[in-house]
């Protein structure tokens, strides 16, 4: 579980399935991230607009086709560390390179344990913070 530091960090979970989101949210809250979850590119991009995050869970395979859109604005906001990232796809990692380029960060190929989502975003959060401590 990640180490509570005043805020707990803020995770935009970007998945059109409901019962991934529902499943991943309940995991990443009980190990002390604070989570919002959307269902689409447009919403992805709003919210990525609207407020920092401190990471942001993709998968790329958006029923509006926008996955490849919100990697690229992932990739364009200008940052040190934060936000991180962790891509999702039922593709696999050569496909998603194909399809979209660097993904610059973690990749787990659907389906996937979800405790290694937990681990990887713990894991890179805590490298960003002991970098800007």
Not at 17 to 28: G, K, Y
Not at 37 to 56: I, N, R, T
Not at 67 to 96: M, N, Q, T, Y
Not at 102 to 123: A, H, T
Request: charged share 30%; net charge negative; proline share 7%.
């Amino acid at each position: 579980m990640i180490e509570q530091e005043g805020e707990r960090p803020r995770v935009l979970l970007v998945e059109d399935d409901a019962a991934v989101t529902r499943i991943l949210s309940l995991l990443l809250r009980n190990s002390g991230f604070n989570v919002t979850g959307v269902e689409s590119g447009k919403e992805a991009l709003f919210a990525l607009d609207a407020k920092p995050y401190d990471a942001v869970v993709l998968d790329l395979g958006l029923p509006d086709g926008l996955g490849g859109e919100v990697l690229g604005k992932l990739h364009s906001i200008p940052r040190d560390c934060f936000p991180v990232w962790v891509v999702i796809s039922a593709l696999d990692e050569d496909e998603v390179t194909r399809r979209y380029g660097s993904i610059d960060g973690p990749f787990l190929p659907k389906p996937f344990d979800p405790l290694r989502l937990v681990d990887l975003l713990e894991k890179q959060i805590e490298r960003c913070r002991s970098t800007h401590s």
